[in-house]
């Protein structure tokens, strides 16, 4: 069988196309609600047409993006349905990834995530909040919650957390955390990994329940707004 090298060139520079969306997207380039157009990505991005229209594609598929006809391409709008839809997600993952963790726990894997959660703490405890701690502490609240769901094999979980993830990314661009609530995430983490360690499923439950609820609460989404 031949492989038609157009139809392969094509394919990887749709795939590129895509890649370089998804990151615009994720690092705040291009924010949420935002409304751009083809042509607008096509300069921003540096790809013809063609590659662009199948990335729109492909990010609308995944939610990203939603396409208007004739309108324009809105980024993922933050509103509180969305975020309980993504965070509510997340949540039914970590939560049953906490007690399969808590079965068998790994101790040196535990011990070291909740050292950085600790030293973490005591910077916020003796330094003012900077964009780099701030950055710095995203980056270790997705540690757990990828720690969480890598105790899965199941291809179809991992792909639909992985494109979930992406989403909250984008969402989370719109709100970076301010120092109380990096603190709280960071305790809330700490009980889950302690009751985790403990070999405590119900607990490490618990507190994931806590932690999803706290989160919902810090974006200000209500019951009544669902």
């Known amino acids: 069988m031949t492989i038609n090298k157009t139809n392969r060139s094509t394919a990887l520079l749709s795939e590129q196309a895509f890649y370089a969306l998804r990151d615009a997207l994720i690092s705040g380039e291009i924010r949420s609600g935002q409304m751009v157009s083809i042509s607008e990505l096509c300069e921003k991005l540096d790809f013809a047409t063609a590659p662009i229209r199948d990335a729109i594609k492909k990010a609308a598929a995944v939610g990203l993006v939603t396409v208007y006809p004739q309108r324009g391409i809105v980024v993922l709008e933050l509103s509180p349905q969305e975020l309980y839809a993504n965070f509510h997600f997340r949540y039914l993952v970590d939560v049953e990834g906490a007690r399969l963790n808590a079965q068998q726990p790994n101790q040196a894997a535990l011990a070291a995530l909740k050292q950085d959660h600790v030293a973490l703490l005591e910077k916020l405890q003796n330094t003012p909040l900077t964009r780099q701690l701030q950055l710095e502490a995203m980056e270790l609240d997705w540690r757990l919650h990828h720690y969480l769901a890598n105790t899965f094999h199941n291809p179809i979980v991992i792909k ?11 969402l989370q661009k719109y709100r970076p955390p301010l120092s109380a609530r990096i603190s709280l995430a960071m305790t809330e983490h700490i009980a889950i990994i302690d009751a985790i360690a403990a070999g405590d499923e119900n607990t490490a439950a618990k507190m994931v329940q806590q932690h999803f609820s706290q989160t919902l609460a810090w974006w200000g989404v209500m019951p009544e707004d669902l």
């Open 160 to 170: 639909n957390y992985a494109e979930n993830c992406d989403r909250i990314h984008v």
